[in-house]
């Protein structure tokens, strides 16, 4: 391996030589003529990355202190990057996953400095070696479709710089029943069928199943309303959780109101129990069941009016969410083994 004393002797020869060149050329003037390369002042002089780029086939990284280097020690004073560039990867979510919170442990390849040799045989010159890295980090409950959580430093890196950071953009996928509302909003919307007596008479039962497996029991006496078909109430407070990294209040979850009528069948056999007379008198189908579940899962909400100029968000609405291109990844338990590096520094946006 060369010496830098010895570096010194060969680069030194080589500007002699190029400027006995430049003097045979242009005569004595020649160290007043403004030479292209902006070094030394001749026209056919080069800089001393140029002479060491074609003494042994790569430079730019390796820099010489020559007296006449810029601020920025490179060539014409140039500064290097503040941070390599930074690394996207599209993260795909359940509507359940994003409510709850998840742990994510992404295993991935990314381009780091080659610590060993600082560009010979391991790296062929390039000082960038390929590592495979194990990152942790933890989805907070409440986050929303096109969230961006950024790792800092565990993206590429280049010689002489910092390396980038790792961002995961978050992708939240649609839920057959619940669906979220335009883009930013923290409400959730969600489809309820009661039967016409409920509608009339009120019930108190078990509504649905929320997102992180909570029974919803919506409390409406008889006498209270009659919920025609269509209409909407909301829930306070049920909609996506709030949010510590954004700072955000949970969002509200807008329900509305398929009546179930009865169908043809079951008028033709309230007639036939009257033996044909057109006169029914009717009784009215009956409510619905209420579910079992443990009491400690339930929670016992009351039908709100909405707030003025809130309604319905239709699903056919809600927006396209199309796949964009990204860094592979994968989440992985063991194709690395347990994690026992650092975990990974993230902050929400």
């Not at 601020?71 to 690394?87: E, F, I, M, N, V």
């Not at 045989?121 to 390929?130: A, E, P, Q, W, Y």
């Not at 443990?294 to 003025?308: S, Y």
Request: aromatic letters at 8%; charged letters at 25%; glycine letters at 14%.
């Amino acid at each position: 391996m060369l010496q830098c004393k010895n570096l010194h002797s060969l680069m030194g020869n080589r500007i002699a030589q190029d400027k006995r060149a430049a003097y045979d050329r242009y005569g004595p003037d020649n160290g007043n003529r403004p030479g292209p390369s902006g070094y030394g002042g001749g026209g056919g002089g080069m800089h001393p990355d140029d002479i060491f780029e074609q003494m042994f086939g790569f430079g730019g990284g390796f820099s010489f202190d020559m007296g006449g280097g810029g601020p920025g020690g490179g060539r014409g004073g140039r500064q290097a990057p503040r941070q390599s560039k930074d690394t996207e990867i599209e993260y795909d979510l359940t509507l359940e996953e994003a409510f709850v919170g998840k742990k994510v442990k992404l295993a991935m390849e990314r381009d780091r400095t080659c610590g060993q040799c600082h560009g010979c045989k391991k790296c062929k010159g390039s000082k960038i070696t390929k590592q495979k890295t194990k990152l942790e980090l933890f989805i907070e409950p409440g986050s929303l479709d096109g969230e961006r959580i950024v790792l800092t430093g565990e993206g590429d890196e280049l010689p002489n710089t910092p390396p980038g950071d790792v961002i995961l953009r978050l992708r939240v996928h649609s839920h057959h029943a619940f669906h979220t509302g335009p883009s930013g909003s923290r409400d959730l919307y969600y489809t309820a069928n009661i039967t016409l007596s409920e509608s009339l008479l009120g019930f108190q039962r078990i509504l649905f199943y929320h997102l992180d497996g909570r029974g919803i029991k919506v409390d409406c006496p008889a006498g209270e309303r009659i919920i025609k078909h269509g209409d909407t109430f909301f829930l306070k407070g049920e909609g996506m959780p709030k949010n510590a990294s954004t700072h955000s209040r949970a969002g509200d979850l807008y329900v509305k109101f398929n009546v179930e009528m009865p169908d043809l069948q079951w008028v033709r056999k309230q007639q036939s129990q009257l033996g044909g007379s057109e006169t029914i008198n009717v009784t009215l189908p009956p409510k619905k069941v209420d579910q079992a579940i443990l009491e400690d899962r339930i929670t016992v909400v009351k039908l709100k009016e909405c707030p003025t100029g809130k309604t319905f968000y239709d699903e056919k609405e809600a927006r396209s969410r199309p796949s964009k291109g990204g860094r592979a990844y994968y989440d992985s338990d063991d194709e690395y083994g347990d994690s026992q590096g650092p975990s990974a520094q993230c902050a929400q946006q």
